[in-house]
């Protein structure tokens, strides 16, 4: 009886975050490479769900929790050094940049591009690519601090704010 009662006690508990959406943060970003959709949530509400562009394979776009770190407008892309604001930037306009795998945000982030057609596909070195218009949008919402969840699943996301 006292097993019971202990196990009540904890799943009805207010720190318990299973069933409460505000427990992930708010606003909070969850993308899901199985779809390759994003979803923007907020006050526990999926908001806006935007198509999204991941990892040529599987383990190039880390999984796992993490923390947007950095946020730029028209970013420098340092690996083929070209300037933000060029047309040829592969980078866009926006760079949200989040700390995985112990990176500063200056390595994995959420950002624009200069190719549209790539967008829904499986063709990144291990970021999230949007349509200009999409990460335009979403960069105004977020501040430095914002949760994300990078996941491979095959649940909605309505599920998924529901756990």
Request: charged share 25%; net charge positive.
């Amino acid at each position: 009886m006292g097993k019971l009662k202990l196990a009540l006690i904890l799943l009805f508990s207010p720190i318990w975050p299973i069933g409460d959406a505000h427990a992930l943060g708010d606003p909070y970003i969850i993308i899901n490479k199985t779809s390759n959709r994003l979803a923007y949530v907020e006050e526990g509400t999926i908001k806006e769900i935007y198509k999204v562009a991941t990892g040529k394979s599987k383990e190039l776009t880390p999984e796992g929790e993490f923390t947007i770190t950095v946020k730029a407008v028209d970013p420098y892309y340092r690996k083929k050094d070209i300037p933000g604001g060029d047309k040829t930037n592969p980078l866009g306009t926006r760079w949200i940049g989040f700390d995985a795998n112990g990176t500063d945000g200056r390595t994995f982030g959420i950002h624009g591009n200069n190719n549209p057609s790539a967008i829904g596909r499986y063709v990144t070195a291990g970021c999230i690519r949007m349509y200009e218009k999409d990460v335009q949008k979403l960069y105004s919402k977020l501040k430095i601090g914002t949760k994300i969840k990078v996941i491979h699943s095959q649940k909605s996301f309505d599920s998924l704010i529901k756990q």
